[in-house]
């Protein structure tokens, strides 16, 4: 599979962004080893080899022709958690990226993101859930991963749930599409 770039990511945007000159906020969440980094990372075209568990926050921030997309991706460890609500405002995606393979820790996820989906800043928020590490043997499929996530009960905003290997780069494509097709439905 050809790599998706983040200028690629642009270039959907753009054709579907109203006001070219504002800013596009997409903000990164999931807890600690879901992939949120190496799929940021691959959205820049960088090397995933050599990634560190995020301690803070990493941010992707791209200006070209007039557009501005700025990726947060916050640490998702548990003592980090509760400063995810500071970088709430203005969110226009939420993109939520679970280990499909960590099955233990399916409940623990699901948790924090019932927590997201209420909170006021976020509310009407384009969702996007990556069932990231489809690449491993025992990851569950997207659609066990929603059904345990009871993502049919979203009914007030957007979602989608996309299969993804971000080390691989695969489904990565498909999601940032369905990005740019919900995106305006919010503004």
């Known amino acids: 599979m050809a790599a998706f770039s983040l200028f690629g990511l642009l270039a ?7 006001s070219p000159d504002k800013e596009l906020r997409i903000l990164l969440l999931g807890l600690d080893n879901a992939g949120k980094t190496t799929l ?16 803070g926050f990493n941010i992707k921030s791209v ?3 007039g557009f501005k997309l700025n990726v947060w991706d916050i640490g998702g460890q ?11 405002d ?9 280990d499909s393979a960590d099955r233990k820790r399916m409940d623990e996820t699901g948790y924090e993101l019932s927590e997201l989906l209420i909170d006021d800043k976020l509310v009407g928020v384009p969702l996007l859930v990556f069932a990231n590490k489809q690449d491993l043997l ?16 979203i009914k007030d905003r957007p979602w989608q749930i996309q299969a993804c290997s971000a080390t691989a780069g695969e489904g990565i494509k498909d999601g940032m599409e369905w990005i740019s097709r919900n995106v305006c439905r919010k503004k």
């Open 138 to 153: 025992h990851a569950a499929s997207a659609s066990d991963v929603a059904q345990s996530l009871c993502l049919h009960q």
């Open 40 to 55: 940021l990372k691959k959205l820049a075209s960088e090397d995933v080899t050599h990634i560190t568990p995020t301690q």
């Open 12 to 18: 959907i945007l753009r054709k579907l962004k109203s």
């Open 78 to 88: 548990r003592k980090i958690r509760p400063y995810w609500r500071n970088y709430f």
């Open 90 to 98: 203005n969110t226009d995606v939420l993109i939520y990226v679970i």
């Open 63 to 65: 200006q070209a022709e």
